[in-house]
């Protein structure tokens, strides 16, 4: 099984499951695609034909609501007839195996698959085994990846810091359990950041992390001085007390995202967080809804990003 | 029933024998190398020119999956797997359901093989009731009837009195324990070693320490005990270090490596490879380099198959959802080839730890020429390689790191008590 499986000869996208080994120029196209459905968003007949007479499975065998229904409203922008398939509560208690979900769905003709599975890898073994023209997008699998949040996370920095070759940027929070940090951190390297740092205590790192091209900072206000962009992950309920954790008061008090700390990166430096947010856990209010907070923004832009990936397999 | 192996390399490590010579065979055993006795010149032949005929290999780890895991694999499909594999000995953990733990079980498995192929199978029992940790099994009675050693297979014992109870109660009988060092907390359902691949692709990771911990439990007790014990399939630096000094101090310790851990690291998982799923987990590069290195000074004593055969569905999974381990039968041999050549090592140093150093850990009367003994031999062709496909691995599980590969030595006989079990067709 190889990474390569999501370009085809031409070196175009045929699946999208991990932003590791994609080209700049893939990322790019993706996210000048993007900016041109941003309009169509804003207008009040929001809907084109791209994908008229598609169908789009949503396959989520983990619970979502945010990715799934931002999947949902790009499809059907795109024209595309969505079937949202909540496989966390019906074939898989019923035993029934993963590729005998794919393959059945397969046999009712579907387009494209968006998953989302709580196993490392899981939308690459999906994308191994599908028909040639099935397209594969990978909505989060395990801590492995969620190449669009990335993808959605550049578009923002695009808009907001324009250029990427000059930036700093500080990953926040609990690195080892997230797949938005890691496709983050590709995304970031491939598109010419020269300054990605990560910032944790050592029991929400994974080992050798620096070999990923990051960073490595225990102490938040010298891992946030000076960047230009500050990235907030989410802290799992379940791992905010135990193994990893004392506390979410002490999480906070070293960790959280508050005016002070911020104070430490450059003033025009933008806040942005993949959501759903623990405000006073990993983020103080004041932050997420003051001025260099970009986390609503971001919800709007995943549409736009999403359609551009949609399209873009649509037409490989 | 005579035969006569004529023109072909005999190499016997425990003999120190590395020259052609004819050897023949009669009743079962070997009765005279090198001059051919008078009642040899009509009987049947097999011409060995520029084949290696050595001692039958001796396996320390192979999963025949019976009693009831026959969905994975039959005593008749492993046991085919290992004839094509040269292997006419071999030691099966106690991992079976229900394990090894009760007489009647290891006698049925005897039983079972018996009527099969003849490779002499060994049963390790089960060192404590269903491999629960909690309650010793009848040793001596699984010794009688037939268990060579005893073992916890992979699973963990995590009440260290249980342990030290059993380890002291194994000794009585200057029984061996068979362990495999894993710390069960530290491993915490963990998938693949804990370093850059883990990291890259999200897996949930397996420190080293979850390893060395445990070995450094079992290498005090030994020094405590003095029971005799083997460690099974270790997978890093650290390990072969601390075996080393273990041995150093002269501790009762043997020690043995898969053949995936020989040639392979935690970068072949590529992309989720669930065929490099693998208890324990491949480590890193370093890691295999002092495995490599440990076999050859002797640190670690002998190459095992660690042959657990999968059926497709349970790799059909992602990564961590798959089944752990690797069909090793047929590879045992080809894989101890490729590394006793990139080593540099000869053909009869390379072969002692795949026949006379497992016999002596098992210590059965296996894994040598001598004249009388019996005639377990294995013939093969050291300059042909042959490709791991699906259809020329008989083993039921085809799954395996290798496939696809071009491998060196193909087995061209395999013979156990002077009959051929198995005979290359083309």
């Known amino acids: 099984m190889n990474h390569q499986l999501q370009l085809n000869k031409n070196?175009?996208?045929?699946?999208?499951?991990?932003?590791?080994?994609?080209?700049?120029?893939?990322?790019?196209?993706?996210?000048?695609?993007?900016?041109?459905?941003?309009?169509?968003?804003?207008?009040?007949?929001?809907?084109?034909?791209?994908?008229?007479?598609?169908?789009?499975?949503?396959?989520?065998?983990?619970?979502?609501?945010?990715?799934?229904?931002?999947?949902?409203?790009?499809a059907k922008r795109l024209s595309a007839d969505v079937l949202n398939l909540n496989i966390a509560v019906s074939a898989q208690s019923k035993g029934e195996a993963l590729l005998d979900t794919v393959n059945n769905l397969s046999a009712m003709h579907a387009d494209m698959f968006v998953v989302r599975h709580s196993q490392s890898g899981a939308a690459h073994m999906i994308a191994s085994h599908v028909k040639p023209d099935i397209h594969v997008i990978n909505a989060g699998d395990g801590r492995h990846a969620h190449p669009t949040q990335a993808l959605l996370d550049m578009f923002t920095i695009r808009r907001y810091k324009q250029d990427f070759h000059n930036l700093r940027v500080a990953i926040v929070g609990d690195i080892l359990h997230s797949r938005v940090a890691r496709s983050q951190i590709h995304a970031l390297s491939t598109l010419g950041v020269p300054e990605i740092r990560v910032v944790a205590p050592k029991t929400l790192l994974p080992n050798k992390v620096e070999r990923l091209g990051v960073h490595v900072?225990?102490?938040?206000?010298?891992?946030?001085?000076?960047?230009?962009?500050?990235?907030?992950?989410?802290?799992?309920?379940?791992?905010?007390?135990?193994?990893?954790?004392?506390?979410?008061?002490?999480?906070?008090?070293?960790?959280?995202?508050?005016?002070?700390?911020?104070?430490?990166?450059?003033?025009?430096?933008?806040?942005?967080?993949?959501?759903?947010?623990?405000?006073?856990?990993?983020?103080?209010?004041?932050?997420?809804?003051?001025?260099?907070?970009?986390?609503?923004?971001?919800?709007?832009?995943?549409?736009?990003?999403?359609?551009?990936?949609?399209?873009?397999?649509?037409?490989n | 029933m005579k035969l006569l192996i004529k023109n072909g390399r005999l190499i016997d490590p425990q003999n120190k024998l590395d020259a052609v010579k004819d050897l023949c065979i009669a009743e079962g055993k070997i009765v005279a190398i090198g001059s051919i006795p008078t009642e040899f010149t009509d009987c049947p032949v097999i011409d060995a020119k520029d084949w290696v005929v050595c001692p039958g290999l001796i396996d320390l780890s192979a999963r025949l999956r019976e009693p009831g895991l026959e969905y994975k694999a039959t005593l008749e499909s492993e046991l085919d797997a290992a004839a094509a594999g040269g292997i006419t000995s071999l030691a099966c953990p106690p991992d079976t359901d229900p394990p090894l733990d009760e007489p009647g079980l290891v006698e049925m498995l005897k039983h079972r093989t018996k009527s099969l192929n003849h490779i002499h199978v060994y049963p390790i029992g089960a060192l404590t009731q269903k491999l629960k940790g909690e309650k010793l099994t009848e040793m001596a009675e699984l010794r009688d009837a037939g268990c060579v050693a005893f073992s916890h297979a992979d699973e963990p014992i995590t009440n260290l009195h249980i342990l030290r109870q059993a380890m002291y109660y194994a000794s009585t009988f200057n029984f061996s324990v068979w362990l495999r060092p894993q710390e069960i907390n530290l491993a915490n359902r963990g998938v693949a070693h804990d370093g850059e691949v883990a990291t890259r692709l999200g897996l949930s990771p397996i420190p080293v320490c979850a390893e060395t911990i445990a070995l450094s439990n079992i290498i005090l007790l030994v020094r405590e005990i003095g029971v005799r014990v083997h460690v099974c399939r270790i997978s890093s630096a650290e390990s072969v270090a601390m075996i080393r000094t273990a041995k150093q101090q002269k501790l009762p310790i043997t020690c043995d490596v898969s053949i995936n851990h020989l040639h392979l690291s935690e970068m072949d998982i590529g992309f989720f490879n669930t065929n490099c799923h693998l208890i324990p987990p491949l480590r890193n590069l370093q890691d295999r380099d002092s495995l490599r290195a440990g076999l050859i000074d002797g640190t670690i004593d002998a190459i095992c198959s660690d042959h657990a055969p999968i059926d497709d569905d349970a790799k059909l999974l992602p990564f961590g959802e798959s089944e752990a381990g690797a069909s090793g039968l047929e590879l045992l041999l080809s894989l101890t080839l490729k590394w006793a050549d990139s080593m540099n090592l000869s053909l009869i140093d390379g072969l002692k730890v795949i026949t006379q150093i497992p016999a002596s850990i098992l210590a059965i009367d296996a894994g040598h020429l001598s004249l009388g003994a019996a005639a377990d031999i294995c013939i093969f062709d050291p300059e042909a390689y042959w490709k791991v496909t699906p259809s020329t691995l008989k083993s039921q599980g085809k799954n395996t790191p290798f496939m696809g590969m071009e491998l060196p030595g193909s087995v061209k006989y395999t013979l156990v008590g002077g009959n051929i079990i198995y005979q290359r067709s083309n």
């Open chain 1, 11 to 74: 070196g175009e996208l045929l699946h999208l499951l991990t932003i590791e080994g994609l080209p700049a120029s893939i990322l790019t196209l993706i996210l000048d695609t993007a900016e041109s459905f941003t309009g169509v968003t804003e207008r009040e007949i929001k809907k084109i034909p791209l994908l008229r007479g598609k169908s789009i499975f949503n396959l989520f065998f983990e619970p979502s609501t945010r990715t799934r229904t931002t999947f949902e409203i790009a």
């Open chain 1, 217 to 315: 900072y225990h102490d938040m206000e010298k891992g946030l001085r000076d960047v230009d962009v500050v990235i907030m992950l989410r802290l799992q309920n379940e791992r905010m007390q135990g193994a990893n954790l004392p506390s979410n008061e002490e999480y906070f008090k070293y960790y959280g995202l508050t005016p002070e700390k911020l104070a430490k990166a450059k003033p025009d430096a933008i806040v942005m967080h993949p959501g759903p947010m623990n405000r006073g856990i990993e983020i103080d209010s004041v932050v997420a809804d003051g001025g260099q907070s970009v986390i609503l923004p971001q919800v709007t832009f995943g549409i736009a990003v999403r359609m551009a990936v949609m399209s873009i397999l649509a037409g």
